[in-house]
């Protein structure tokens, strides 16, 4: 079967993953090796060295393209050695327009890695997509998309943002971790690349951290192709091995973390102790219509400030959590709870991050796949 005819939970399990040709084992083995046998120079099985190509990786990324409707899956050894080479695509004096409101370690390559090569980014609110004309010029390459985004849960209009991107002969390249290729497919709403950190809901289980890249165009395919080979940050079979089984319940795993967030997003907008809820479900989010129609549903994100809007009674309930663990990262099928402002956005100015209504009493949490009485039990004890 085409994995372009199968639904998304068929594809997961299925898409990429043939049975072995030599043995007919039916998952997919961890090909631990880091060079192929040649018959004769250069004549080989399509395999030459595992930092180019690697059967493990290959079905990775068969699957990875196929969930979200792209042609072309790329792996990389983390989130953001995906990012790095989709920014080495460009030149010096090229412009990238951003949302403003983005994970920190974006923002720290952005800025402390590729403006020194001469590279020059604009962060912008793109909750308007219109205000994104005004920064576009002769030099714009590319336009850099969260969405949600992290830790604000804004959401971004993909489409409208595809159609200025076009325009301005720019690239899109959405980072569509938080919302997963189950929740939201970029590539079907006009977007040139998919950029997900693997290491979040696609691997599922914290125990990976890996990066991918879905493409449609065979040139961009064989331009960022190029720069995973050259530049060589390349996951090993063992991680490939593992994400490929992660993947195989993302469709469960992200409708029960969907079903849990909403519990707990209502949970928290009518507890007294809590102030604003960041979550795109509530119908009076001001994106809502948008996530409505670009999105399969809301996700499992959801960040609040308490009404004490301190940090120290924001740190008072994360330390009295017990199942919701003090961790950066998201996406397992653990619940975790984090400090935006002191951990995972802590690259990003203080300026900034109030330019973009970053509080830093907002707590962020990623809620798991646990039993639902168990968390609201949870957040109970903790905020009192
Ligand atoms: C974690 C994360 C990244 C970076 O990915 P790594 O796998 O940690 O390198 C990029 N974007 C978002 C939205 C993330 O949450």
Redesign the pocket.
């Given at each position: 079967m085409q994995s372009d005819s199968m639904k998304f939970g068929t594809k997961a399990i299925h898409a990429g993953v043939e049975p072995d040709p030599s043995t007919g084992a039916v998952m997919t083995p961890i090909f631990q090796t880091s060079t192929y046998a040649q018959s004769s120079p250069g004549k080989h099985k399509g395999y030459e060295y595992s930092r180019t190509h690697n059967p493990t990786r290959t079905a990775l990324q068969q699957n990875l393209a196929a969930l979200e409707n792209g042609k072309h899956g790329l792996v990389f050894s983390?989130?953001?050695?995906?990012?790095d080479a989709v920014i080495k695509t460009l030149r010096p004096g090229d412009e990238v327009i951003s949302t403003n409101d983005?994970?920190g370690?974006?923002y720290r390559i952005f800025m402390r890695v590729f403006a020194n090569y001469g590279i020059k980014f604009h962060f912008i609110s793109m909750q308007n997509p219109a205000n994104i004309e005004q920064y576009v010029n002769a030099n714009t390459k590319l336009i850099w998309v969260?969405t949600p985004t992290?830790p604000l849960m804004n959401i971004i209009d993909i489409k409208a943002v595809a159609q200025i991107a076009k325009k301005a002969k720019a690239l899109l390249c959405v980072?569509n971790?938080?919302a997963t290729p189950y929740l939201q497919n970029p590539i079907d709403l006009g977007a040139d690349i998919v950029?997900h950190?693997?290491?979040?809901y696609l691997g599922g289980h914290s125990d990976v951290?890996?990066?991918a890249l879905v493409v449609n165009s065979d040139e961009l395919h064989e331009q960022l192709a190029f720069l995973q080979n050259a530049c060589g940050a390349t996951p090993g079979p063992q991680d490939c091995f593992l994400v490929l089984r992660g993947i195989k319940t993302l469709h469960l795993r992200v409708q029960r973390h969907c079903e849990n967030g909403a519990v707990v997003a209502k949970y928290l907008s009518n507890h007294p102790k809590v102030g604003k809820v960041y979550w795109p479900g509530f119908s009076d989010h001001p994106n809502h219509h948008v996530a409505a129609l670009q999105m399969r549903d809301f996700g499992g994100m959801i960040s609040f400030v308490l009404k004490d809007d301190s940090i120290e009674a924001a740190i008072q309930v994360m330390e009295k959590f017990k199942l919701f663990t003090l961790a950066e990262?998201?996406?397992g099928v653990e619940s975790l709870c984090c400090h935006p402002t002191s951990m995972?956005h802590a690259s990003i100015p203080k300026e900034e991050r109030e330019k973009a209504g970053l509080k830093d009493s907002l707590i962020r949490l990623s809620v798991g796949v646990e039993d639902i009485e168990d968390l609201i039990s949870d957040l109970e004890q903790a905020i009192g």
């Open positions: 983390s989130g953001l050695a995906a990012i983005l994970y370690g974006s969260e992290n980072d971790t938080f950029m950190s693997v290491t979040k951290v890996m990066g990262s998201l996406g995972t």
